[in-house]
């Protein structure tokens, strides 16, 4: 096996196109309710990117177990950093969904949402005693953060060692 399997590489884009939506629709949304301008459709659709994230999480680990991984490739130590990088995103990727459910839940989020009426809904300071809030914005600063080391050094594969890595994660077929 020299790359990825089919399915591996579509959860790994997809994963990425969903986490800049959930990313981009968390933000709109923080500022619709600094606004107090929140709507119940703003909530539903970051929900459904965030929570495709935990759902494309979960079928990559099983793909994972059944399908295998590639060995690995480059330095000894470098390739530990990278197993470790891995093993911390697909933590976060996890997590990160999962306080945002939570964040949810202990919030007045599920009374509007629940109600369908924005006028429920978290106003200006209104998520100021809700931890699981804090530890979700705390979280999205993690992932960004280890997912701009990934891609660096994806990059440095690409363009310093060029041992065609990303030939790993890509849909053309080698064999
Ligand atoms: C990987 C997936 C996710 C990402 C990248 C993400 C990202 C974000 C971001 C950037 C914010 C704005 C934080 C701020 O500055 O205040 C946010 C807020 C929030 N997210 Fe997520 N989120 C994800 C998943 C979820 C899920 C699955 C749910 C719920 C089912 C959720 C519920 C919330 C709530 C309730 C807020 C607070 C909105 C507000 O401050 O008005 N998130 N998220
Ligand atoms: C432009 C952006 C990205 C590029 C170019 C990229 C590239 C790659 C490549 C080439 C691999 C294979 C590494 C190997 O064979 O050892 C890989 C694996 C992986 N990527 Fe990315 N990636 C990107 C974004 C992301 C993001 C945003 C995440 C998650 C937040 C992510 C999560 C992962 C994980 C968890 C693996 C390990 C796969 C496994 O062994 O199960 N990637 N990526």
């Known amino acids: 096996m020299t790359q990825y399997s089919k399915r591996m590489v579509i959860a790994h884009w997809l994963t990425l196109a969903m986490l800049v939506a959930a990313w981009f629709l968390g933000e709109e949304l923080a500022e619709a309710t600094d606004e107090s301008k929140a709507t119940v459709l703003g909530y539903l659709v970051h929900m459904l990117a965030g929570g495709a994230v935990l759902l494309l999480t979960a079928a ?35 997590v990160l969904p999962v306080s945002g459910v939570i964040t949810v839940l202990t919030s007045d989020a599920i009374k509007g949402i629940s109600a369908g009426d924005a006028s429920l809904l978290p106003k200006e300071n209104g998520y100021e005693h809700v931890f699981a809030h804090e530890v979700h914005e705390v979280l999205v600063t993690a992932l960004i953060v280890v997912a701009v080391l990934h891609i660096l050094g994806a990059i440095k594969h690409q363009f310093i060692d060029k041992d065609g890595l990303m030939e790993r994660m890509m849909l053309r077929r080698k064999d």
């Open 60 to 94: 990559r680990l099983l793909f994972r177990s059944k399908d295998g991984t590639p060995p690995v490739l480059g330095q000894a130590l470098m390739d530990k950093v990278a197993k470790g990088t891995h093993h911390v995103l697909y933590t976060l990727l996890f």
